[in-house]
Nanobody, 125 residues
Framework: QVLLAESGGGLVQPGDSLRLSCAAE????????MGWFRQAPGKKREFVIA????????YSSNSVKGRFTASRDNDKATVYLQMNALKPEDTAVYYC??????????????????WGQGTQVTVSS
C-alpha cells in the first residue's frame, strides 16, 4: 500500500516559480526512487525528474535542466519539485510516482508502480 498525493499546482505567469509537493504514505519510503512526470493535453506522459532514495542524486529531462530541482525529506516522506523560470510549454498535469529503487529504469513510466492523482500547472500570460 503506497499512496501519493501531489499539491502546489496553480496558474502562474511565464518566468514565475512554483513548488510542488508529494506527500507519500509508504511503509518503507527509502526503498523508493521518486519521479515526477507530466502530461499535457494530447501528449503522452513524459519524464521530468527523478530522485534517488537518499536524495543524493537527481536525473532531469533536457527540457527542465537548470530550471527544475527535485528534493526529498525522508523524515516527512515528502518529495518536492521546485520549478523556476516557468514557460508556457511547462503547462501540464504533474504527477508524482514511486518505484522500488531496484526495479527498472527510472526514466520510464511503465517502471513506476504507484502514482498520485496529479496537480495542474498552468503557465500563461
Amino acid at each position: 500500500q503506497v499512496l501519493l498525493a501531489e499539491s502546489g499546482g496553480g496558474l502562474v505567469q511565464p518566468g514565475d516559480s512554483l513548488r510542488l509537493s508529494c506527500a507519500a504514505e509508504a511503509p518503507a519510503f527509502t526503498n523508493f526512487t521518486m519521479g515526477w512526470f507530466r502530461q499535457a493535453p494530447g501528449k503522452k506522459r513524459e519524464f521530468v525528474i527523478a530522485i534517488t532514495p537518499s536524495g543524493s542524486n537527481t536525473y532531469s529531462s533536457n527540457s527542465v535542466k537548470g530550471r527544475f530541482t527535485a528534493s526529498r525529506d525522508n523524515d516527512k516522506a515528502t518529495v518536492y519539485l521546485q520549478m523556476n523560470a516557468l514557460k508556457p510549454e511547462d503547462t501540464a498535469v504533474y504527477y508524482c510516482a514511486a518505484k522500488l529503487y531496484w526495479t527498472g529504469g527510472r526514466y520510464y513510466t511503465e517502471n513506476y508502480n504507484h502514482w498520485g492523482q496529479g496537480t495542474q500547472v498552468t503557465v500563461s500570460s
